[in-house]
C-alpha cells in the first residue's frame, strides 16, 4: 500500500512543487532592502495593469461592440480598457530596462529573463489584435496596412488581420491565455530564485 | 468636454511626424518613448519613502 502512495502521480507533483517553492518563498512577508527602490516597482505595475486590462476586457466583451461604440458607459470601459493596455506596455517597458541594466539573469535567473521577454513579444499581437477588433474605421486602417506587413514576412495565409471572427477569437481567448500563462510563469520563477540584487552585492 | 479636449487637441490633420536619417517615427511614440526614459531616469533617482530609515536600521541591527 506504501508502495503505491509513493508511486502516486499527485505525490510526487505536491512534494516537486513544494521543493521548488515552500510556502515561505511562494508568499514571503518581506524583501531585500535594496528592493526599496522605484526602480524595481515597474514589475508589479505592469501586473497591476494587465489586472485592469482584463477586467475591462471581460466587461467588453460581455456587452459586446454596439455597447462599448454607442453608450457613454461603454466609451468609458473601452477607454479604460485602452489606456490600460498603453500603461501596461509603458511599465513593461521601463521594468525591461530596468532588468536589462540590472543584468536580471545573474544567479540562474535565465528563465525568469526569458519568459519575461517572452510576455514582451506576445503582448504585442495582443495589443495589435485588440486594434483590428474595434469594429470601427481605426480598426480597418491599422488591418489594412498590417496586411501587408504580415504577408511580406509570409504569415499572412495563417494569421489574416482583415478576418474580424479570428482577430478576436486571438485576442479575447488564445492569447490573453499565453499572457497569463507567461506572466504566472515569470512571477512563480522569480519567488523561486527571489528579486535578483544589485550587481556590487551579486558579486560578494 | 469632449469637444474642450479637442479644441486643446487638433486631430483633424496627417500625424506630425519625426525623421532623422532612416529614423522615422510620429511625433506622438517620440514623446511617449522620452516619457518612458524620464520615468527610468526619476525612478532611479528619486529615493524610495522610508529606504533610508530601513537601511539605517539594518545597518543598527547588525552593529548590535
Redesign the interface.
Known amino acids: 500500500m506504501s508502495g503505491s502512495r509513493s508511486s502516486s502521480w499527485t505525490i510526487k507533483v505536491r512534494e516537486k512543487a513544494i521543493e521548488a517553492l515552500p510556502p515561505e518563498k511562494l508568499l514571503p512577508d518581506g524583501q531585500p ?1 535594496y528592493v ?4 524595481y ?2 514589475g508589479v505595475a505592469s501586473i497591476a495593469a494587465l489586472v485592469v486590462i482584463i477586467t475591462s476586457g471581460t466587461i467588453l466583451a460581455l456587452k459586446g461592440p454596439a455597447w462599448w461604440h454607442y453608450t457613454g458607459i461603454g466609451h468609458f470601459f473601452n477607454s479604460i480598457h485602452m489606456w490600460a493596455v ?1 500603461l501596461f506596455f ?1 511599465v513593461m ?2 521594468h525591461l ?2 532588468k536589462y541594466w540590472m543584468s536580471a539573469w545573474r544567479g540562474g535567473r535565465a528563465r525568469v529573463w526569458i519568459t519575461g521577454a517572452i510576455t514582451f513579444l506576445v503582448a504585442v499581437p495582443t495589443a495589435l489584435t485588440g486594434y483590428v477588433s474595434q469594429q470601427n474605421f481605426d480598426a480597418q486602417w491599422i488591418s489594412t496596412q498590417a496586411k501587408d506587413g504580415l504577408n511580406s514576412v509570409g504569415v499572412g495565409a495563417f494569421f489574416n488581420v482583415t478576418n474580424f471572427g479570428q482577430m478576436y477569437s486571438y485576442h479575447v481567448l488564445l492569447l490573453p491565455i499565453a499572457v497569463v500563462a507567461l506572466v504566472s510563469a515569470h512571477v512563480l520563477l522569480v519567488r523561486r530564485h527571489g528579486v535578483v540584487p544589485p550587481i556590487e552585492l551579486g558579486k560578494r | 468636454m469632449i469637444h474642450v479636449l479637442g479644441a486643446i487637441f487638433n486631430l483633424s490633420h496627417p500625424a506630425h511626424v519625426v525623421h532623422w536619417h532612416f529614423i522615422k517615427l510620429p511625433l506622438a511614440n517620440v514623446i511617449v518613448i522620452g516619457l518612458m526614459l524620464v520615468a527610468f531616469a526619476v525612478a532611479i533617482a528619486l529615493p524610495f519613502p522610508g529606504a533610508a530609515s530601513r537601511a539605517a536600521a539594518r545597518r543598527g541591527g547588525d552593529s548590535s
Open positions: 532592502t526599496a527602490s522605484w526602480i516597482m515597474f498603453e509603458f517597458v521601463v530596462w530596468g
